[in-house]
């Protein structure tokens, strides 16, 4: 099977990444995954596993997490989702052979390997599932774990992909659960309000007597992650302020993200495991974390950054205005997904830019660029409905003093940064 009949097979499977509606509660079914895991014999319960959850900022903080275990000489399984350019992306090793920004990430023949072997257990679960097809997250879910196990990783450190109590990566059982920022997303599938959204991050703290580590939150979030860990004897750590770390990811809130993970390798040491200090600066200090207020070039300065809702784009402009304050104009290149908070997004982002480049990625959920110029009616706009249009004339509108910020969805950073992508 060519590597590209591999991608295509794994694309047949539901992905709910790429549908706009559905019921969550109905759709997600923790049950499947689990009796699938069942049948190849549990791999996730081969290695220590450590699981986040959360808002924003749970993908840097799972990889400071991991950067941090591969200084300290772990082997470590990471799993990250959505991907960049590459489905491949979401599966990795540290340490890796080649030290690029995806370092350890599963080569092609592995990969390709792992899929054609595994394809009949798939296949035969899904004539027979009580609980209905497994989904490609599922899927994708189940492969990495598979993976880990047969790589004999130490730690496996899983970022959920969507809430956390119906997540597929949830069939693990973590000695350590991290809930980082909770805010507003979502709302169709995990509530209207703060504490139900928070109910269902915090469903990933399940097991008795284990450890949780939580980002600083609002109060709603706060009480329920508080009561859930009562309801579980589970130990509670709540970081309440950042610490002044020497990290190379931009922003304030970064500072949040590596203290967090500072703290959930600090608390290993109930389980026996010490990792010291100079581990921890090395590890923070060495996280790579592509497509997070990352900076591609200079004169003109270009900076990508995924942030998908309110906070994310809250915290986004506090990191531009404290690390970017010499530019003359600041070019906006901005596609959104249609199931995000389209007006809050472009309202937060108003008074940040001087002229604004509108766009869509290659996917079904991407908004219309004329709905969203609607939220921009007094500023110099653009519409285009490809994002490598909106790169070009980025380009073309920007000075060499001018900086240019790409955000609003990580499918549109990734298509900016590597071009249409061949494999979604």
């Keep these: 099977m060519l590597y590209s009949k591999v991608v295509s097979y794994l694309e047949s499977f539901t992905n709910f990444e790429k549908i706009l509606s559905y019921p969550y509660k109905q759709s997600l079914k923790l049950e499947r995954i689990e009796e699938f895991l069942a049948l190849l014999g549990n791999p996730q319960d081969s290695f220590k ?63 390709k390997k792992l899929v054609e072997r595994e ?31 047969e790589q004999r990783v130490d730690f496996a450190v899983l970022e959920t992909g ?85 990290i190379k990811l931009i922003g304030k809130h970064q500072l949040i993200n590596a203290t967090v993970a500072e703290s959930t390798i600090k608390a290993l040491s109930f389980y026996g495991i010490k990792v010291g200090i100079d581990f921890i600066r090395r590890g923070l200090f060495n996280t790579v974390w592509p497509g997070r207020c990352e900076i591609l070039s200079q004169h003109p300065c270009v900076i990508i950054d ?22 003359k104009k600041l070019i906006l290149v901005l596609g959104i997904s249609s199931d995000k ?50 790169k070009k004339l980025s380009m073309c509108l920007a000075k060499k003093d001018d900086l240019i910020l790409v955000t609003g969805s990580l499918f549109v950073i990734g298509e900016f940064k590597y071009g249409k992508r061949r494999f979604n």
């Design 49 to 111: 596993s450590i699981h986040v959850a959360g808002s924003k900022g749970k993908g840097s903080t799972s990889a400071f997490i991991a950067y941090i275990l591969k200084e300290a000489g772990f082997k470590v399984g990471f799993y990250t989702s959505p991907h960049l350019k590459d489905l491949r992306e979401r599966i990795r090793i540290l340490p890796g052979k080649e030290k690029n920004e995806f370092e350890g990430m599963i080569s092609r023949p592995a990969f």
């Design 119 to 149: 394809k009949p257990r798939i296949e035969k679960y899904n004539r027979n599932s009580r609980y209905g097809p497994l989904t490609f997250f599922e899927v994708f879910t189940a492969l990495a774990l598979i993976y880990f196990k």
């Design 162 to 246: 969507l809430g956390g109590r119906l997540d597929a990566t949830n069939a693990v059982n973590a000695i350590i659960s991290v809930i980082t920022p909770i805010s507003y997303e979502h709302m169709d599938k995990l509530g209207k309000s703060l504490k139900s959204i928070a109910a269902e991050k915090a469903g990933i703290i399940k097991n008795q007597g284990s450890v949780v580590i939580s980002a600083p939150q609002e109060k709603e979030a706060r009480n329920v992650i508080r009561a859930r860990c009562k309801l579980f004897q589970a130990k509670l750590f709540e970081i309440n302020r950042y610490k002044n770390l020497k």
């Design 306 to 327: 995924g942030a998908q809702n309110v906070a994310s784009v809250r915290v986004l402009k506090e990191a531009i205005k404290d690390n970017f304050k010499k530019y």
């Design 341 to 390: 908070d389209t007006r809050g997004i472009c309202s937060e982002l108003y008074d940040l830019a001087d002229k604004i480049i509108l766009t869509k990625a290659r996917s079904i959920r991407a908004a219309d660029p004329k709905i969203l110029a609607r939220y921009f009616e007094d500023k110099e706009k653009y519409i285009t409905h490809e994002v490598d249009q909106a």
